[in-house]
Structure formats: C-alpha cells, structure tokens
C-alpha cells in the first residue's frame, strides 16, 4: 500500500504562483506513475497532469498546459506541481494520485493522497 500526502496548498492571489508536493511512503514509489487532479466544489474530479515513472514523460490537461509544471524525485519519493499564472478558475482541492501508468482518468489511479486546498482570489 502507497500513502500520499499532499502538501504546499494555501490561498494566492490571481497571477500568482504555488508549488504543490505529494510524499509518498513507500520506495516503490518509483515503481508507479503519478498524478495530479482537481476538484472544484459542485464539480466532478479533472486531469491536471500526469508524469511517467522515470519522470520522462510528462502529460496536461490543456486548461493548465503552459501554466503548471509536474516533476519528481524519485529519491526523496515526492511529486512536484509547480503551478504558476494561477486564475480564480484554477481554486480546487488538489490531489495526487500513484498508479501502475499514467493516464487522465481517476479510475486509473489506485493510490490517492488526502486532498489539498488551493484558492486564487481576483
């Protein structure tokens, strides 16, 4: 079993930027494909981005691609979102998600962190 944790989530004004982390617990961590989705309040969970398990490929959803950037490091079994030009529109939970490969559908993931909140204010 993976746990996750989310971290790095707060309240940010339009056009600013924030850095998101997901710890994972285990060192098979690299083991598995890693994602980052959102949930805004009244809305079903969207695809942020996702990175291979060599960190090799990278994916984005396209209302984020330019904008956010996903990374990792395998060493210190975390995944980055580095989500910068942030908009109102972007104000979510923000969760992180391992599984065996990347791809844009929640049903994919089999590991999922606990959330973290991210508001842009106009």
């Known amino acids: 079993q993976v746990q996750l944790v989310e971290s790095g989530g707060g309240l940010v004004q339009a056009g600013g930027s924030l850095r998101l982390s997901c710890a994972a617990s285990q060192r098979t961590f690299s083991s598995h494909a890693m994602g980052w989705f959102r949930q805004a309040s009244g809305k079903e969970r969207s695809f942020v981005a996702f990175?291979?398990?060599?960190?090799?490929?990278?994916y984005y959803g396209d209302s984020v691609k330019g904008r956010f950037t996903i990374s990792r490091d395998n060493a210190k079994n975390t995944v980055y979102l580095q989500m910068n030009s942030l908009s109102p529109e972007d104000t979510a939970v923000y969760y992180c998600?391992?599984?065996?490969?990347?791809?844009?559908?929640?049903?994919?993931?089999?590991?999922w962190g606990q959330g973290t909140q991210v508001t842009v204010s106009s």
């Open positions: 990175i291979t398990r060599s960190g090799g490929d990278t």
């Open positions: 998600a391992a599984g065996l490969f990347g791809s844009r559908w929640p049903s994919d993931y089999r590991y």
